[in-house]
């Protein structure tokens, strides 16, 4: 992505988050997405670059809705019950095919679902450790983790990074 057209991005949101569009917002916000693209420029070395597969797309929404729902139902029969039996733990997860792509959409997803949360993600051996707060079958948990990681795969399509001095 062109830095002109990062830092329009960067300003539109700005936009959005101020409500309202004047002079003084236009100005201010072009000014901090330019400092934002100063401080922390983006890096053109990433091994692969990613685009997101629309059927892909549909079958993560479709996923998160079911897991959403699931997690939630279960979460309010705990809470409403007199003595809540929990049974946490915490399970690692080696990804199939390591990509940071899949990391953060898998991430996001455990984050949202409510009784899970990542504990920790070993970038070196491409492992995640999740944390259940009801982890009664170790090995629906494996494949519950295992399911996401396709349809994560599934919604990340990665391209190898053009090489210098080629044509995009």
Same mark, same amino acid.
């Given at each position: 992505?062109?830095?002109?057209?990062?830092?329009?991005?960067?300003?539109?949101?700005?936009?959005?988050?101020?409500? @309202?569009?004047?002079?003084?917002?236009?100005?201010?916000?072009?000014?901090?997405?330019?400092?934002?693209?100063?401080?922390?420029?983006?890096?053109?070395?990433?091994?692969?670059?990613?685009?997101?597969?629309?059927?892909?797309?549909?079958?993560?929404?479709?996923?998160?809705?079911?897991?959403?729902?699931?997690?939630?139902?279960?979460?309010?029969?705990?809470?409403?019950?007199?003595?809540?039996?929990?049974?946490?733990?915490?399970?690692?997860?080696?990804?199939? @095919?390591?990509? @940071?792509?899949?990391?953060?959409?898998?991430?996001?997803?455990?984050?949202?679902?409510?009784?899970?949360?990542?504990?920790?993600?070993?970038?070196?051996?491409?492992?995640?450790?999740?944390?259940?707060?009801?982890?009664?079958?170790?090995?629906?948990?494996?494949?519950?983790?295992?399911?996401? @990681?396709?349809?994560?795969?599934?919604?990340?399509?990665?391209?190898?990074?053009?090489?210098?001095?080629?044509?995009?």
């Amino acid at each position: 992505m062109k830095l002109l057209t990062r830092i329009a991005l960067l300003t539109a949101l700005w936009l959005l988050a101020w409500g @309202e569009i004047s002079v003084a917002n236009i100005v201010s916000g072009i000014a901090v997405a330019t400092a934002l693209m100063l401080a922390l420029p983006p890096s053109d070395d990433h091994a692969s670059r990613a685009r997101i597969d629309l059927v892909g797309a549909v079958r993560l929404a479709g996923y998160v809705a079911k897991q959403l729902i699931t997690s939630n139902v279960v979460m309010t029969r705990l809470v409403l019950r007199r003595n809540p039996a929990t049974a946490p733990g915490v399970l690692a997860h080696q990804l199939q @095919e390591p990509s @940071e792509h899949v990391v953060t959409v898998m991430t996001t997803v455990i984050a949202l679902s409510p009784g899970t949360m990542v504990a920790d993600v070993d970038r070196t051996s491409s492992t995640i450790y999740v944390h259940f707060l009801i982890l009664d079958d170790i090995d629906a948990g494996h494949r519950s983790l295992d399911r996401l @990681e396709r349809v994560a795969r599934a919604t990340i399509r990665t391209d190898p990074a053009p090489t210098p001095g080629s044509v995009t």
